[in-house]
């Protein structure tokens, strides 16, 4: 419906405003149960209106419904010492992006790697993992999905953006 939800992560709040940018709501609070948030980096708004929530130092994905609503979460941390592996684990995750078959990518930044899971929270993939050569991470924190599925993912301490196709091949 053109609602813009925005992480105000030093606040460990999601606030809503409508299309035209004018207050909505502002619903969270700091803390670790349900609903709560210990920064907050990543937002995201899948394809049937959920709204999903990256809870940064709680290490875990969030889902909510459009008003607010705590509805589940996932995740919990683990350091993969960057390593593929361990799926639904999380250290540190911050972007966040919905793909045209409403599937997410997170990116787990600390694991440096990318995750993917259906609507529903269920792992799907990864891909990444440390390292400098190409399709390798070192702090990823923000991704982006293209029209035409290709997935963008900015790493950080590589300094560079990295583009991957559909199937995340880079």
Not at 62 to 91: N, R, Y
Not at 129 to 136: M, R, S
């Amino acid at each position: 419906d053109g609602r813009i939800y925005v992480a105000d992560t030093a606040n460990h709040r999601i606030q809503v405003f409508n299309p035209d940018g004018g207050y909505v709501s502002t619903w969270g609070s700091f803390g670790e149960a349900q609903g709560q948030f210990n920064e907050p980096w990543g937002v995201a708004v899948g394809t049937d209106g959920r709204v999903y929530v990256l809870d940064t130092w709680n290490h875990r994905v969030q889902e909510f419904s459009p008003e607010g609503q705590f509805q589940k979460s996932w995740g919990t941390f683990v350091s993969t010492d960057g390593q593929l592996g361990e799926p639904g684990v999380f250290w540190g995750p911050r972007g966040i992006a919905v793909d045209g078959k409403g599937n997410l990518l997170v990116t787990d930044t600390g694991n440096k790697r990318v995750q993917v899971f259906d609507p529903e929270g269920n792992f799907v993939t990864q891909f990444g993992g440390a390292g400098l050569e190409p399709g390798q991470f070192d702090e990823p924190v923000g991704v982006a999905v293209g029209p035409d599925g290709s997935v963008f993912v900015a790493d950080t301490w590589n300094q560079r953006i990295q583009k991957f196709d559909a199937n995340y091949t880079f």
